[in-house]
């Protein structure tokens, strides 16, 4: 596949999009740093799983953010084909252990955090092994994998996030359960009435305080959140298809990895590995086209050339894109950390070669999302 960088990335996180610029978190500082003044940082405790190029993204913005304690758990095997992208293992790691490769440099990053590897398979891992976590990582895994995350860390109240690149595409899921978090605004004559904003999102509170001379009003926000295994099978949300333009818009990228994690699920393997072949190539095109006509898309956004390119992609890994998704992760989990600003809600599907990255809120249809099962 074409390995060249992307062109330079738009910052834009407004309108439920986020892009970045030169692949760095959009919404950090202006210098494109992750902003760290998040209350309870120093005591967070995260568990991060699998440490591909994504997971080195996340564990170095987090280490140097001050988070209290980390797990890197990974279970492989340190490959050549690792050493291109992943900045934390070099060629004398080959054949050991990534998450054993990684922890010496992770840990000089910030030594005030107590680091800690986990090189058992987290398949055979017991709901109660995430009780300990206050926040759980899960990247680059298939479907069936991330869902038994998911369930285990809905039965000990655990936040989710999921998280995974292919080239110049990827994505990353927020399943936080139900999550509340302020904002800060300047007060407004018109009273502020505690009521369901969407189907997801509730403002639960208000009060004001004085701050040089304003009256500042303090919103306490809801959200509500679903697993990512109904999160998979969900409806577009209608803001986003209540036109034929507006459904013009929406990314095929959703599609192709909804195909990707069934192909996954039927051949155990990516389409393309170890070698491109046609029968893969009918196959996910197969897949990918039913998954469009189920999210009742136009059948010309999902051509030929998107399919080529996204298959080309599959298994590939990008510094760019993964320090985009990285940053805006760990922003994210620092956001969540602290209760402060809108999260994730709850699927960001970023496209570097558009330099896009919409944000969908997908979610069963329920009367009220309070009938979300727990699992």
């Not at 005591?43 to 699998?50: M, P, T, V």
């Not at 298939?142 to 109240?157: F, H, P, Q, V």
């Not at 577009?236 to 192909?263: D, G, M, N, Q």
């Not at 969908?360 to 009938?371: C, K, M, Q």
Request: hydrophobic share 40%.
């Amino acid at each position: 596949m074409d390995s060249a960088a992307p062109a330079p990335l738009e910052s834009n996180v407004s309108n439920g999009t986020a892009t970045a610029l030169n692949g760095a978190p959009s919404n950090g500082d202006s210098n494109g740093h992750v902003v760290t003044n998040a209350p309870g940082m120093s005591a967070a405790n995260i568990l991060l799983i699998s440490m591909k190029a994504l997971a080195n993204e996340i564990a170095k913005n987090l280490v140097l953010a001050g988070i209290g304690s980390m797990t890197i758990q990974d279970d492989q095997l340190v490959q050549e084909d690792d050493l291109g992208s992943q900045f934390f293992v070099s060629e004398q790691h080959v054949g050991q252990n990534r998450a054993e490769a990684a922890e010496p440099q992770i840990r000089k990053l910030n030594p005030r955090v107590s680091l800690h590897v986990d090189t058992q398979p987290v398949k055979l891992r017991p709901p109660e092994y995430y009780i300990p976590f206050d926040m759980v990582i899960a990247t680059d895994l298939d479907l069936s994998t991330l869902s038994t995350i998911n369930a285990a860390c809905r039965l000990c109240n655990r936040p989710f996030y999921a998280a995974g690149s292919h080239g110049f595409f990827g994505f990353i899921f927020a399943d936080l359960i139900t999550h509340d978090y302020v904002l800060e605004r300047e007060k407004s004559n018109i009273p502020t009435a505690l009521k369901a904003e969407t189907a997801t999102r509730s403002i639960i509170a208000t009060t004001t305080k004085k701050e040089h001379g304003k009256l500042k009003e303090i919103v306490t926000k809801r959200e509500i959140y679903s697993p990512i295994i109904l999160a998979n099978s969900s409806p577009i949300p209608a803001e986003h298809t209540s036109s034929y333009r507006r459904k013009k818009a929406v990314t095929p990228l959703l599609a192709c990895l909804r195909a990707l994690w069934e192909f996954q699920s039927i051949s155990g393997t990516l389409p393309g590995v170890p070698e491109h072949s046609r029968a893969d190539f009918e196959l996910f095109t197969t897949l990918a086209t039913e998954k469009h006509k189920e999210l009742l898309l136009p059948q010309e956004t999902l051509n030929a050339s998107f399919l080529r390119r996204f298959l080309q992609n599959v298994g590939a890994e990008l510094a760019p894109v993964t320090a985009f998704l990285g940053g805006q992760l760990a922003q994210d989990v620092i956001n969540v950390l602290g209760q402060r600003e809108q999260p994730i809600q709850n699927f960001l599907l970023f496209d570097g070669e558009d330099s896009k990255g919409p944000v969908y809120a997908l979610h069963p249809i329920f009367s009220s999302l309070d009938e979300v099962p727990l699992v």
